[in-house]
């Protein structure tokens, strides 16, 4: 199983980036996946997450609003479309797949992806 990252970057406040997650190795439509983000010095955190069919979506308040999570499950990609983007928003973004319903724990996840920095200056 292998999961790419990419899209990551340099962007200023205020402004957008879409991240992007190739799936490999796995049925992808049978997997819900996750996006994560680890600032430096800090813990992994939950971002979003989407269910296998993308009916269901969920994110911690610091997001909702700014960021979406969405799949093309004929392309096995999950994208994450973040707008507003925030300083504080500055990490390495992760994404993950697990064959259950959605969760906010990072160790609920099978599979992760090599993270793909995201850098928001103010």
């Known amino acids: 199983v292998q999961l790419q990252a990419s899209g990551g970057g340099l962007v200023q406040a205020g402004g957008s980036l879409r991240l992007s997650c190739a799936a490999s190795?796995?049925?992808?439509?049978?997997?819900?996946m996750g996006w994560f983000r680890q600032a430096p010095g800090k813990e992994r955190e939950f971002v979003a997450t989407?269910?296998?069919?993308?009916?269901?979506?969920e994110y911690p308040d610091s997001v909702k609003g700014r960021f979406t999570i969405s799949r093309d499950n004929a392309k096995n990609t999950v994208y994450l479309q973040m707008n507003s983007l925030k300083p504080e928003d500055t990490a390495v973004y992760y994404c993950?797949?697990?064959?259950?319903?959605?969760?906010?724990?990072?160790?609920?996840?099978?599979?992760w992806g090599q993270g793909t920095l995201v850098t928001v200056s103010s």
């Open positions: 989407i269910t296998w069919g993308g009916t269901y979506t």
């Open positions: 190795g796995l049925t992808f439509s049978t997997y819900t």
């Open positions: 993950a797949g697990r064959r259950a319903l959605g969760s906010r724990s990072t160790g609920d996840y099978d599979y």
